[in-house]
């Protein structure tokens, strides 16, 4: 039949074309669907991305204004405790019974713990944010281990505990590091071995690390601090370094401690590209382990000894004029200069001290950085400024309680001639004003041991 044949015809190709169609349909669904997948996909990315930059602007915030808030506490809190510090020291300058100088050295003893603790939270948020930069100097590798032995040697004799120090003799006797980082870590594990320590002895052990640096011009050291104290359970040693982690002690009646020291030590070391690490058996004491790299300077000192702070300047009287706003730290700041022969000369605000430094001759001005009317800064601008119209350059060494490197540094950008940190010992600040008062030749040496010059 034709209409038979005719449909047989077309429905063929009919078919043929329908399956085609559907499999073009489907080609073009899957890619749709993969289209849309993909876009999904990249949306999804791009929320994500979106939330990860918002969580870390939030986060960077946050750790800003954790930075700010314990920047304006540091202030606030140094310069009360810097007057606690200071009159303490006075008074124990004093002809005192056995009973008061106990009393004295238990106040001293309890400010410079928390003066520790608050350099302890300010730098382990630091090291959090990434802001803490090591110096890079030459120091005297074995004064830089005795100092922390003699601070600790006092609370150590008390107890009747021994205390030791070995150098291994290849170790060259200056290396290239941040000595004041280094002494910190160190000072901390002393600490808490003269702490945990009852009968024995304590000390410190330094040498060459097993291997060497990759860098022929670099030193791997390994210092181990060691006790005979009441050890670390084997339970406790593997998070004795976590931050705000304590061990037993305070449960077995012992002194605890805010379990911030050893966390601040190993960063610290991890920062000098170094690792820590315990071995400890309790009843047995312990023995901490750290290494740091330092650089090779290749030469050799003379140990010339302790310095006399309280005297390298024999003879010679300063006239100081002295900027700073708090009234206690400025009769504590005064009465220790003039002990030791200087004259004294207050202003409480920087607008002050400009305007008595026109009008006066002074040596040396001790310049603090916080101040109303005129802070420091400004302060010592004017001041450059006068001196540039006459020719003559007044040391001024700063005082500030910004205890870091970086403000360091902006003091002496400033134009300040040097710089010491609140609270600063007496002895530290002898020491600090004799050392400008050395580098001033004999003509500008205004008066020695005769009668102090009066202003008015």
């Known amino acids: 039949m034709p209409t038979a044949e005719w449909h047989a015809g077309w ?15 489907l080609l073009r669904w899957r890619r749709y669907a993969q289209l849309r997948g993909r876009r999904l996909l990249d ?27 314990l920047a304006s506490i540091s202030h606030e809190f140094r310069a009360p405790v810097q007057g606690i510090l200071g009159i303490t020291e006075l008074m124990m300058k004093l002809d005192l019974s056995a009973e008061q100088r106990e009393y004295m050295q238990a106040s001293k003893a309890s400010a410079e713990s928390l003066l520790a603790l608050l350099s302890e939270l300010q730098d382990f948020s630091k090291i959090e944010g990434g802001r803490l930069e ?18 600790v040697r006092a609370r150590a004799t008390n107890k009747r505990i021994e205390v030791e120090f070995s150098l291994c003799e290849e170790i060259p006797e200056l290396v290239i590091g941040d000595p004041v980082r280094l002494r910190q870590v160190l000072l901390n594990l002393l600490d808490n071995a003269v702490k945990f320590t009852s009968t024995g002895s304590v000390g410190v052990k330094v040498s060459p690390a097993a291997g060497c640096a990759a860098d022929p011009g670099s030193l791997d050291l390994h210092f181990e601090v060691f006790d005979s104290g009441i050890g670390i359970p084997a339970h406790r040693q593997a998070a004795i370094f976590d931050a705000f982690l304590q061990s037993d002690t305070v449960a077995n009646g012992l002194p605890g401690g805010t379990g911030l020291g050893l966390a601040l030590a190993r960063r610290l070391v991890q920062l000098m590209n170094g690792r820590i690490w315990v071995e400890s058996q309790v009843g047995l004491g312990s023995r901490f382990h ?20 309280a005297g390298s300047v024999h003879g010679l009287r300063l006239r100081i004029l002295l900027a700073e706003d708090n009234s206690v730290n400025q009769v504590v700041t005064s009465r220790i200069l003039e002990t030791d022969g200087h004259v004294v000369m207050a202003a409480e605000n920087g607008q002050t001290a400009v305007d008595m430094y026109r009008a006066g001759e002074f040596d040396l001005i001790l310049m603090d950085v916080q101040m109303p009317e005129l802070d420091g800064f400004q302060a010592t601008a004017m001041i450059r400024d006068l001196q540039a119209r006459t020719g003559m350059r007044t040391p001024i060494l700063a005082m500030t309680a910004h205890a870091t490197t970086e403000y360091r540094r902006k003091c002496l950008e400033a134009g300040m001639d040097g710089y010491v940190s609140k609270p600063v010992s007496s002895k530290e600040l002898l020491l600090a004003v004799q050392e400008i008062a050395a580098t001033r030749s004999p003509a500008q040496q205004l008066f020695q041991d005769g009668p102090a010059p009066s202003w008015e």
């Open 290 to 309: 750290f290494t740091v790299r330092v650089g090779a300077d290749g030469q050799s000192c003379r140990d010339e000894g302790p310095s006399d702070a």
């Open 43 to 69: 949306q999804a990315v791009e929320e994500r991305t979106r939330q990860l930059e918002r969580e870390k602007f939030r986060a960077e915030e946050a750790s800003r204004l954790q930075s700010e808030f």
């Open 11 to 25: 429905l063929a190709p009919a078919a043929a074309f329908l399956v085609a169609l559907a499999g073009w349909i």
């Open 134 to 151: 090591l110096q890079n100097e030459k120091f005297h590798l074995a004064r830089c281990a005795m100092s922390c032995l003699d601070a």
